[in-house]
């Protein structure tokens, strides 16, 4: 995956969480359990894509391959302290 694919999928990804963070503000009672896993785990693919973005474009700043780097799983990325 490129930093241009990437960049578009973490798109996709903010546009889904802002339609259903909107969907659950026009609901005053807030989101059912579905639409709070789903934006749970829209939240951490949004990590697992920028943690990705990140690490490709430090790659390539030492030189390296950023097409060695893959996407760590979410436990590892949600253990960072930001």
Do not use: F
């Not at 503000?25 to 639409?35: I, W």
């Amino acid at each position: 995956m490129d930093d241009k694919t990437i960049l578009s999928r973490i798109s996709d990804l903010v546009d889904e969480e802002h339609r259903l963070r909107a969907a659950a503000q026009a609901n005053e009672a807030g989101t059912d359990d579905e639409a709070r896993n789903r934006l749970r785990e829209l939240e951490e693919s949004l990590d697992q894509c920028w943690d990705l973005l990140r690490r490709r474009r430090a790659a390539r700043q030492a030189h390296g391959d950023p097409d060695a780097q893959g996407a760590r799983p979410v436990p590892e990325v949600e253990r960072y302290l930001q």
